[in-house]
């Protein structure tokens, strides 16, 4: 007989394909590939998600995410899933979001934590549960360093994608990408700016969430930037986004914080596009990556100062590797 697997998505952010976010991206990968083997796969998630399995929706996102409304959406999360444990016989419930402390189940089911962010971003309480069968999982090694001493890390699961969805294609385009969450910590400010000294556009694929530094950033930081050729997309997702990545001269990671495990990244070496990455910022699983699988040995991970967009978008061709650039240094601010 099957499990029946009930995975929790963080409650202001939509699970789908297209959805600007690592940890959504993973559960849903998780999702199909729990109906794939045979298994019952429950979704917690806002209402609008798409997943395989059976979607148990929550309050929409909202438009505007202030304080009130974040705390109206994680009580509906709880009284949701006191509802849904008993109702479904859950075998194993899996949270995702960084704010899973305001949610989780009262012991009595086995639950799966895992943590998608720099574990300083989450309470020290999170890291120091004493509920039974309660299961922290990293997704890198690099992400498992930096938790503190007391941190019960039961393992390290590393994140992937799938090379059959994301692969090269025979021609590059005369565009550089930037994707993810648009929000001060990424840097997108510092990618365009980069691109516009290299003479060439960038494309931006992402969301600015309704958080008021989100929106503001992109107001005063991003829309004023969206010159030179440089162009926002929006979300994308499924066939449009790996023809993107592998069109694109590069992947430009300006991250202002360590990437834990940074799933565009990877997505892009799958698609033979080099990436490019602030110098100050971790990126060693990607090197880790490129280096395991013979296609994606053909392109690789480099440093990039973002003020000196000349030296950054140097090749034309997806088999080239981005070496590290010397003497870089963090340049420009929104």
Known sequence: ?????????????????GTAGGAEQVLATLDESVVRAGHRSLVLAPAGSRC????????????????QM???????YR????????????????LHGLDFLDYLPPAGVPVVLTLHLPP?????????????ETYLVCVSQSQARECPPH??????????????????????????LAMGRICPEKGIHLALDAASAAGLPLFLAGTAFGYRSHQSYFEDAIRPRLRDGHRFLGAI??????????????????SQVAETSSLAAMEALACGTPVVRADWISCGHCDRLAGRNPRLSKVGVGSMPPGSGTSLLVGNNAGEVYR??????????P
């Open 1 to 17: 007989m099957g499990l029946t697997v009930l995975s929790v998505s963080y409650p202001l952010a939509q699970v789908s394909p």
């Open 52 to 67: 395989f399995g059976l979607l148990i929706p929550g309050p929409a996102v909202p438009g505007v995410l202030d304080l």
């Open 70 to 76: 974040q705390e109206r959406v994680r009580h509906s």
């Open 79 to 94: 009284e949701t899933l006191q509802k849904v444990l008993p109702r479904f016989a859950v075998d194993v419930v899996h």
């Open 120 to 132: 300083s971003w989450y309470p020290e309480d999170a890291l120091r549960l004493d509920r039974p």
């Open 151 to 176: 941190a019960r890390i039961e393992q390290v699961i590393e994140n992937g994608v799938s090379l059959e969805r994301f692969h090269p294609e025979k021609k590059k385009g005369k565009y550089a």
């Open 237 to 254: 997702g499924g066939v449009r986004k790996q023809k993107l990545l592998a069109g694109a001269r590069c992947l430009v990671v300006a």
């Open 324 to 333: 590290p650039i010397p003497e870089s240094r963090r340049q420009g601010s």
